[in-house]
Protein backbone atom coordinates (compact mmCIF):
# COMPACT_ATOMS: atom_id res chain seq x y z
CA UNK A 1 0.00 0.00 0.00
CA UNK A 2 3.00 2.20 1.23
CA UNK A 3 4.72 2.05 -2.75
CA UNK A 4 0.97 2.76 -4.11
CA UNK A 5 0.48 5.69 -2.05
CA UNK A 6 4.07 6.83 -2.97
CA UNK A 7 3.79 6.16 -6.48
CA UNK A 8 0.18 8.34 -6.84
CA UNK A 9 1.96 10.97 -5.23
CA UNK A 10 5.08 11.48 -7.66
CA UNK A 11 2.12 11.43 -10.55
CA UNK A 12 0.04 13.94 -8.92
CA UNK A 13 2.88 16.27 -8.36
CA UNK A 14 5.34 15.90 -11.52
CA UNK A 15 8.98 17.03 -11.44
CA UNK A 16 8.67 19.45 -13.66
CA UNK A 17 6.19 21.23 -11.82
CA UNK A 18 8.40 22.13 -9.08
CA UNK A 19 10.26 25.36 -10.68
CA UNK A 20 9.44 29.07 -11.02
CA UNK A 21 9.60 30.57 -14.25
CA UNK A 22 12.95 31.33 -15.46
CA UNK A 23 14.14 34.29 -16.52
CA UNK A 24 11.52 36.58 -16.06
CA UNK A 25 13.88 39.59 -13.99
CA UNK A 26 16.95 39.60 -15.06
CA UNK A 27 16.88 42.91 -13.76
CA UNK A 28 15.20 44.40 -10.70
CA UNK A 29 11.68 44.53 -11.22
CA UNK A 30 10.38 48.37 -12.33
CA UNK A 31 6.29 49.78 -11.80
CA UNK A 32 3.92 51.37 -9.66
CA UNK A 33 2.00 49.77 -6.45
CA UNK A 34 -0.96 51.25 -5.17
CA UNK A 35 -0.34 50.56 -1.36
CA UNK A 36 1.93 53.36 -0.01
CA UNK A 37 0.10 55.94 -0.74
CA UNK A 38 -4.16 54.51 -1.29
CA UNK A 39 -4.45 51.04 0.95
CA UNK A 40 -7.91 49.97 0.97
CA UNK A 41 -9.02 52.69 -1.49
CA UNK A 42 -8.58 51.91 -4.93
CA UNK A 43 -10.78 50.61 -7.59
CA UNK A 44 -10.22 50.44 -12.07
CA UNK A 45 -10.82 53.91 -12.31
CA UNK A 46 -7.72 55.33 -9.82
CA UNK A 47 -5.73 52.07 -11.31
CA UNK A 48 -6.76 53.32 -15.16
CA UNK A 49 -6.01 57.25 -14.23
CA UNK A 50 -2.84 55.89 -12.79
CA UNK A 51 -1.51 54.63 -15.72
CA UNK A 52 -2.50 57.59 -17.64
CA UNK A 53 -0.46 59.67 -15.38
CA UNK A 54 2.46 57.21 -15.55
CA UNK A 55 2.80 57.74 -19.39
CA UNK A 56 2.13 61.28 -19.34
CA UNK A 57 5.03 62.18 -16.47
CA UNK A 58 7.92 60.00 -18.37
CA UNK A 59 7.37 57.40 -15.59
CA UNK A 60 6.76 54.51 -18.03
CA UNK A 61 9.30 55.38 -20.77
CA UNK A 62 11.64 55.47 -18.07
CA UNK A 63 11.03 51.98 -16.93
CA UNK A 64 8.10 51.76 -14.73
CA UNK A 65 5.76 49.35 -17.02
CA UNK A 66 4.43 46.60 -13.92
CA UNK A 67 1.07 48.43 -12.13
CA UNK A 68 0.48 46.29 -8.95
CA UNK A 69 -2.96 46.17 -7.35
CA UNK A 70 -2.34 45.49 -3.72
CA UNK A 71 -4.79 44.73 -0.86
CA UNK A 72 -7.94 45.57 -1.29
CA UNK A 73 -9.37 44.45 -4.81
CA UNK A 74 -11.67 42.00 -3.88
CA UNK A 75 -15.33 41.29 -2.80
CA UNK A 76 -15.43 40.27 0.56
CA UNK A 77 -16.56 36.29 -0.46
CA UNK A 78 -14.87 33.95 -2.96
CA UNK A 79 -17.82 32.77 -6.01
CA UNK A 80 -19.97 29.68 -5.18
CA UNK A 81 -17.41 27.48 -6.99
CA UNK A 82 -14.61 28.76 -4.79
CA UNK A 83 -13.44 31.51 -7.38
CA UNK A 84 -11.55 34.79 -6.61
CA UNK A 85 -13.60 37.68 -7.30
CA UNK A 86 -13.19 41.32 -7.42
CA UNK A 87 -15.27 44.01 -5.55
CA UNK A 88 -18.17 44.22 -8.23
CA UNK A 89 -18.97 48.23 -6.67
CA UNK A 90 -15.10 49.13 -7.48
CA UNK A 91 -13.96 47.27 -10.36
CA UNK A 92 -17.34 46.64 -12.24
CA UNK A 93 -15.50 45.86 -15.32
CA UNK A 94 -13.78 42.84 -13.51
CA UNK A 95 -10.09 41.50 -13.53
CA UNK A 96 -9.77 40.20 -16.97
CA UNK A 97 -10.84 43.32 -18.89
CA UNK A 98 -8.77 46.04 -16.57
CA UNK A 99 -6.07 43.72 -17.39
CA UNK A 100 -6.68 44.05 -20.66
CA UNK A 101 -6.33 47.66 -20.50
CA UNK A 102 -3.14 47.91 -18.92
CA UNK A 103 -1.86 45.54 -21.30
CA UNK A 104 -2.99 47.68 -24.51
CA UNK A 105 -1.18 50.61 -22.93
CA UNK A 106 1.98 48.92 -22.52
CA UNK A 107 2.44 47.76 -18.87
CA UNK A 108 2.51 44.90 -17.17
CA UNK A 109 -0.53 43.64 -14.91
CA UNK A 110 0.29 42.95 -11.09
CA UNK A 111 -2.21 41.98 -8.57
CA UNK A 112 -1.60 41.26 -4.70
CA UNK A 113 -3.10 38.31 -2.43
CA UNK A 114 -1.63 36.79 0.65
CA UNK A 115 -0.65 32.79 1.59
CA UNK A 116 -3.11 32.61 4.78
CA UNK A 117 -6.04 31.97 4.57
CA UNK A 118 -7.34 35.69 4.90
CA UNK A 119 -5.29 39.08 3.21
CA UNK A 120 -4.05 41.71 5.40
CA UNK A 121 -7.17 43.03 4.73
CA UNK A 122 -8.80 40.13 5.74
CA UNK A 123 -10.38 39.50 2.21
CA UNK A 124 -9.67 35.85 1.13
CA UNK A 125 -6.59 34.53 1.22
CA UNK A 126 -4.60 31.76 -1.20
CA UNK A 127 -4.87 29.01 1.20
CA UNK A 128 -5.84 25.78 0.07
CA UNK A 129 -6.84 27.39 -3.20
CA UNK A 130 -3.22 28.06 -4.65
CA UNK A 131 -3.45 25.87 -7.55
CA UNK A 132 -7.46 27.65 -8.38
CA UNK A 133 -6.16 30.75 -7.68
CA UNK A 134 -3.16 30.50 -9.87
CA UNK A 135 -5.56 29.55 -13.24
CA UNK A 136 -7.82 32.09 -12.57
CA UNK A 137 -4.83 34.50 -12.35
CA UNK A 138 -3.46 33.26 -15.56
CA UNK A 139 -7.06 33.55 -17.19
CA UNK A 140 -6.93 37.69 -16.07
CA UNK A 141 -3.66 37.79 -17.87
CA UNK A 142 -1.85 38.78 -14.28
CA UNK A 143 2.11 39.29 -15.05
CA UNK A 144 2.87 39.44 -11.78
CA UNK A 145 2.30 38.55 -8.36
CA UNK A 146 2.66 39.73 -4.69
CA UNK A 147 2.14 37.10 -2.07
CA UNK A 148 1.50 38.31 1.22
CA UNK A 149 2.29 36.39 4.40
CA UNK A 150 -0.89 37.86 6.96
CA UNK A 151 -3.04 35.15 8.37
CA UNK A 152 -0.43 32.25 8.10
CA UNK A 153 -1.30 30.37 11.18
CA UNK A 154 1.09 27.53 11.50
CA UNK A 155 1.97 27.42 7.98
CA UNK A 156 5.59 26.83 6.81
CA UNK A 157 6.82 29.60 4.66
CA UNK A 158 8.87 27.79 2.51
CA UNK A 159 6.46 25.30 1.73
CA UNK A 160 3.85 27.37 1.50
CA UNK A 161 5.64 30.02 -1.14
CA UNK A 162 6.37 26.82 -3.10
CA UNK A 163 2.73 25.58 -3.65
CA UNK A 164 1.83 28.51 -4.77
CA UNK A 165 4.94 28.76 -7.24
CA UNK A 166 3.95 25.19 -8.13
CA UNK A 167 0.79 26.27 -8.70
CA UNK A 168 1.89 29.40 -11.25
CA UNK A 169 3.67 26.85 -12.95
CA UNK A 170 0.98 24.51 -13.66
CA UNK A 171 -1.13 27.43 -14.45
CA UNK A 172 1.27 28.11 -17.41
CA UNK A 173 1.25 31.96 -17.42
CA UNK A 174 4.89 33.57 -16.92
CA UNK A 175 4.15 35.66 -13.51
CA UNK A 176 6.80 37.35 -11.61
CA UNK A 177 6.25 36.03 -8.50
CA UNK A 178 7.36 38.15 -5.48
CA UNK A 179 7.01 36.74 -1.78
CA UNK A 180 6.23 38.77 0.44
CA UNK A 181 6.82 37.65 3.62
CA UNK A 182 8.54 39.99 5.37
CA UNK A 183 11.84 38.54 6.04
CA UNK A 184 10.77 36.32 9.09
CA UNK A 185 11.85 32.81 7.57
CA UNK A 186 14.75 34.44 5.66
CA UNK A 187 13.74 34.18 2.36
CA UNK A 188 16.85 35.10 0.86
CA UNK A 189 18.53 31.39 2.14
CA UNK A 190 15.56 29.87 0.11
CA UNK A 191 13.96 32.53 -2.24
CA UNK A 192 15.64 31.99 -5.46
CA UNK A 193 14.40 28.70 -6.44
CA UNK A 194 10.68 29.82 -5.47
CA UNK A 195 10.26 33.43 -6.51
CA UNK A 196 12.02 36.26 -8.39
CA UNK A 197 12.27 38.76 -5.64
CA UNK A 198 11.36 38.66 -1.65
CA UNK A 199 10.82 41.13 0.73
CA UNK A 200 13.49 41.53 3.44
CA UNK A 201 11.78 43.33 5.99
CA UNK A 202 8.55 45.17 7.57
CA UNK A 203 6.63 47.71 5.75
CA UNK A 204 7.86 51.15 4.82
CA UNK A 205 7.14 53.84 5.85
CA UNK A 206 6.68 57.63 4.86
CA UNK A 207 9.56 58.88 7.15
CA UNK A 208 13.13 58.80 7.39
CA UNK A 209 14.10 57.41 10.78
CA UNK A 210 10.68 56.94 12.38
CA UNK A 211 9.94 52.80 14.20
CA UNK A 212 6.71 50.74 15.21
CA UNK A 213 6.48 47.51 15.15
CA UNK A 214 5.88 46.35 11.86
CA UNK A 215 7.03 49.13 9.90
CA UNK A 216 9.82 51.56 9.64
CA UNK A 217 11.10 54.34 8.00
CA UNK A 218 14.01 53.79 5.36
CA UNK A 219 17.15 54.48 7.37
CA UNK A 220 16.29 51.61 9.61
CA UNK A 221 15.08 49.18 6.69
CA UNK A 222 18.82 50.38 4.74
CA UNK A 223 20.70 48.82 7.86
CA UNK A 224 18.85 45.53 8.33
CA UNK A 225 20.07 45.08 4.28
CA UNK A 226 23.88 45.03 5.26
CA UNK A 227 25.05 41.19 4.58
CA UNK A 228 22.00 40.14 2.41
CA UNK A 229 24.00 41.48 -0.75
CA UNK A 230 25.12 38.30 -1.39
CA UNK A 231 21.85 36.30 -2.19
CA UNK A 232 20.68 39.02 -4.89
CA UNK A 233 21.43 38.71 -8.75
CA UNK A 234 19.63 38.87 -11.96
CA UNK A 235 15.63 36.80 -11.08
CA UNK A 236 16.33 36.46 -7.59
CA UNK A 237 16.11 40.22 -5.94
CA UNK A 238 16.19 40.96 -2.34
CA UNK A 239 13.42 43.56 -1.86
CA UNK A 240 13.60 46.09 0.63
CA UNK A 241 10.18 47.13 -0.06
CA UNK A 242 8.66 49.81 -2.16
CA UNK A 243 9.22 53.28 -2.56
CA UNK A 244 8.44 56.17 -0.05
CA UNK A 245 9.32 58.87 -3.00
CA UNK A 246 7.11 61.99 -3.18
CA UNK A 247 5.19 60.67 -0.62
CA UNK A 248 4.62 63.35 2.08
CA UNK A 249 6.48 62.55 5.14
CA UNK A 250 9.94 62.92 3.06
CA UNK A 251 11.86 65.80 2.31
CA UNK A 252 13.39 66.26 -1.19
CA UNK A 253 16.89 65.12 0.15
CA UNK A 254 15.41 62.36 1.69
CA UNK A 255 13.44 61.15 -1.42
CA UNK A 256 16.49 61.83 -3.35
CA UNK A 257 18.86 59.51 -1.12
CA UNK A 258 16.55 56.75 -0.67
CA UNK A 259 16.25 56.43 -4.58
CA UNK A 260 19.93 56.62 -4.70
CA UNK A 261 20.47 53.79 -1.44
CA UNK A 262 17.80 51.67 -3.48
CA UNK A 263 19.09 51.86 -6.76
CA UNK A 264 22.74 51.01 -4.90
CA UNK A 265 20.62 48.24 -3.12
CA UNK A 266 19.33 47.03 -6.64
CA UNK A 267 16.17 46.64 -5.66
CA UNK A 268 13.15 46.65 -7.14
CA UNK A 269 11.52 49.58 -8.14
CA UNK A 270 8.27 49.79 -6.88
CA UNK A 271 7.30 53.61 -7.32
CA UNK A 272 4.34 53.99 -4.44
CA UNK A 273 3.21 57.92 -4.95
CA UNK A 274 0.54 59.66 -6.43
CA UNK A 275 1.47 60.38 -9.98
CA UNK A 276 -1.08 62.13 -10.85
CA UNK A 277 -0.01 64.91 -8.38
CA UNK A 278 3.81 64.30 -8.49
CA UNK A 279 5.94 67.38 -8.28
CA UNK A 280 8.33 68.08 -10.46
CA UNK A 281 11.53 67.58 -8.24
CA UNK A 282 9.58 64.33 -7.47
CA UNK A 283 9.56 63.43 -11.03
CA UNK A 284 13.15 64.52 -12.20
CA UNK A 285 14.43 61.75 -9.51
CA UNK A 286 12.07 58.78 -10.23
CA UNK A 287 12.56 59.45 -14.09
CA UNK A 288 16.29 59.93 -13.56
CA UNK A 289 18.07 57.61 -16.26
CA UNK A 290 21.60 57.90 -15.05
CA UNK A 291 20.40 56.95 -11.70
CA UNK A 292 17.81 54.52 -13.12
CA UNK A 293 20.95 52.61 -14.67
CA UNK A 294 22.77 52.01 -11.45
CA UNK A 295 19.89 50.08 -10.34
CA UNK A 296 19.06 48.05 -13.49
CA UNK A 297 22.69 47.36 -14.11
CA UNK A 298 23.00 44.30 -16.61
CA UNK A 299 25.92 42.31 -14.18
CA UNK A 300 22.98 41.95 -11.37
CA UNK A 301 25.26 42.51 -8.23
CA UNK A 302 23.34 44.34 -5.42
CA UNK A 303 25.63 47.01 -3.75
CA UNK A 304 27.48 46.96 -0.22
CA UNK A 305 28.23 49.15 2.80
CA UNK A 306 31.47 49.86 2.35
CA UNK A 307 32.40 52.05 5.44
CA UNK A 308 29.64 52.98 8.02
CA UNK A 309 30.82 56.30 10.37
CA UNK A 310 28.35 57.98 12.76
CA UNK A 311 26.40 59.74 10.43
CA UNK A 312 28.83 59.10 7.52
CA UNK A 313 28.24 56.09 5.58
CA UNK A 314 29.89 55.16 2.00
CA UNK A 315 27.78 52.22 -0.10
CA UNK A 316 29.51 50.60 -3.36
CA UNK A 317 28.19 48.61 -6.21
CA UNK A 318 30.15 47.12 -8.78
CA UNK A 319 28.38 47.69 -12.41
CA UNK A 320 28.95 46.15 -15.84
CA UNK A 321 32.04 47.25 -17.72
CA UNK A 322 34.43 47.13 -14.52
CA UNK A 323 32.43 50.52 -13.60
CA UNK A 324 31.12 51.24 -10.04
CA UNK A 325 28.52 53.52 -8.52
CA UNK A 326 29.90 54.89 -5.30
CA UNK A 327 27.40 56.68 -2.92
CA UNK A 328 27.68 59.26 0.00
CA UNK A 329 25.50 58.99 2.72
CA UNK A 330 24.97 62.10 5.50
CA UNK A 331 22.83 59.76 7.75
CA UNK A 332 23.34 62.73 10.13
CA UNK A 333 21.72 65.65 11.35
CA UNK A 334 24.22 68.56 10.45
CA UNK A 335 26.01 68.89 6.87
CA UNK A 336 29.01 66.81 6.28
CA UNK A 337 31.49 68.16 4.78
CA UNK A 338 33.37 64.91 2.50
CA UNK A 339 37.46 64.84 1.76
CA UNK A 340 38.09 61.50 -0.36
CA UNK A 341 41.18 60.29 -1.29
CA UNK A 342 39.86 57.50 -3.87
CA UNK A 343 42.75 55.46 -2.48
CA UNK A 344 41.43 54.51 0.60
CA UNK A 345 38.37 53.30 -1.38
CA UNK A 346 40.41 49.55 -1.41
CA UNK A 347 37.39 48.16 -4.19
CA UNK A 348 38.96 50.38 -7.28
CA UNK A 349 41.59 49.08 -8.45
CA UNK A 350 43.26 52.11 -11.88
CA UNK A 351 42.23 55.25 -12.24
CA UNK A 352 38.72 56.21 -12.56
CA UNK A 353 36.84 59.17 -14.22
CA UNK A 354 34.22 60.64 -11.92
CA UNK A 355 30.48 61.51 -12.28
CA UNK A 356 28.29 63.02 -10.38
CA UNK A 357 24.90 61.49 -11.69
CA UNK A 358 22.34 63.80 -9.85
CA UNK A 359 24.58 67.13 -10.37
CA UNK A 360 24.90 65.64 -14.12
CA UNK A 361 28.54 66.77 -13.79
CA UNK A 362 31.78 65.18 -15.06
CA UNK A 363 34.34 65.41 -11.71
CA UNK A 364 37.71 64.61 -13.31
CA UNK A 365 39.62 61.61 -12.07
CA UNK A 366 40.25 59.29 -9.08
CA UNK A 367 43.76 61.03 -8.66
CA UNK A 368 42.69 64.34 -7.84
CA UNK A 369 41.40 63.98 -3.79
CA UNK A 370 37.37 65.17 -3.62
CA UNK A 371 36.14 67.90 -1.75
CA UNK A 372 32.22 67.97 -1.27
CA UNK A 373 29.34 69.00 1.64
CA UNK A 374 26.49 66.78 1.40
CA UNK A 375 23.13 68.19 2.99
CA UNK A 376 21.30 66.07 6.00
CA UNK A 377 19.92 62.79 4.78
CA UNK A 378 21.12 62.99 1.17
CA UNK A 379 23.81 62.08 -0.86
CA UNK A 380 26.25 62.54 -3.46
CA UNK A 381 26.40 59.48 -5.98
CA UNK A 382 28.87 58.75 -8.33
CA UNK A 383 29.51 57.00 -11.12
CA UNK A 384 32.96 55.74 -11.59
CA UNK A 385 34.77 54.77 -15.53
CA UNK A 386 37.91 52.61 -15.78
CA UNK A 387 40.72 55.12 -17.46
CA UNK A 388 42.06 52.51 -20.17
C1 LIG B 1 1.49 43.77 4.15
C2 LIG B 1 2.57 44.04 3.08
C3 LIG B 1 2.33 45.42 2.47
C4 LIG B 1 0.95 45.49 1.86
C5 LIG B 1 -0.09 45.17 2.93
C6 LIG B 1 -1.48 45.03 2.36
O1 LIG B 1 1.63 44.63 5.24
O2 LIG B 1 3.84 43.93 3.63
O3 LIG B 1 3.31 45.69 1.49
O4 LIG B 1 0.85 44.59 0.80
O5 LIG B 1 0.21 43.93 3.58
O6 LIG B 1 -2.42 44.71 3.32
Request: charged share 25%.
Amino acid sequence: MKTIVAFLTLVAVPAAFAQKFEGLAPTPPMGWNSWNTFEGRISEDLIKEMAEALIASGMQAAGYRTIVIDDGWEAQERDREGNLVPDPARFPSGMKALGDHLHSKGFKFGIHNCAGAKTCAGLPGGRGHEFQDARTYASWGVDYLKYDWCNHGTADAQETYKTMRDGLYAAGRPIVFSICEWGNNKPWLWGKDVGHLWRTTGDIVDCYDCQAVYSMGWKYILESQVGLERYAGPNQWNDPDMLEVGNPGLTLAESRAHFSLWSLLAAPLMAGNDVRKMASGIREILTDPEVIAVDQDPLGKQGYRFMDHPGKQIWAKELSGGEWAVCFFNSGDAPLQLRIDWNHLSFLEGTFRIRDLWRKKDMGRTTAEFRGSVAPHDVILMRLAPVP
